[in-house]
């Protein structure tokens, strides 16, 4: 994997399965962080939005002005950059909660990046680890 860009911070989400469990990962440089939110459940989209607003407030705590935020989710990409709100339903709180911390920071720049980021990479990694974990409990 190559080293992230120290100026972007990557956050990726899932749900597994969809709906399901959610975990998020962010990376900023050498700072990387994988959390399984215990407890919250739901689907993808919703999985993606916490894992934006998990980056923008690591953003707002290292004390970063107008960061350039990166993920895959075309669905987070979207409505934030455009500050165009989805659809009223399951997302409309993490969407309003993720515009208060951006206009803290000044607000952000988003990036569509492919799946294969740093944070994506964190997801996948212990997607497979959960897997074989699962296939070794069966034998």
Known sequence: MDPPTADVIFFDGGASPDPGPILIALVHGSHARLQRLDGTEGGNNQAEFRAAL????????????????????????????????????????????????????????????????PAGQLIQAERRAEKKARRTARW
Not at 72 to 84: F, K
């Open 54 to 117: 998990a980056a923008l407030t690591y953003a707002a705590e290292a004390g970063l002005h107008r960061p350039t935020i990166a993920g895959d989710s075309d669905a987070v990409i979207s409505a934030l950059g455009s500050r165009y709100p989805p659809k009223p339903g399951r997302l409309t709180g993490l969407f309003e909660r993720c515009l208060a911390v951006e206009d803290s920071l000044g607000g952000a720049v988003w990036q569509q990046v492919p799946r294969s980021n």
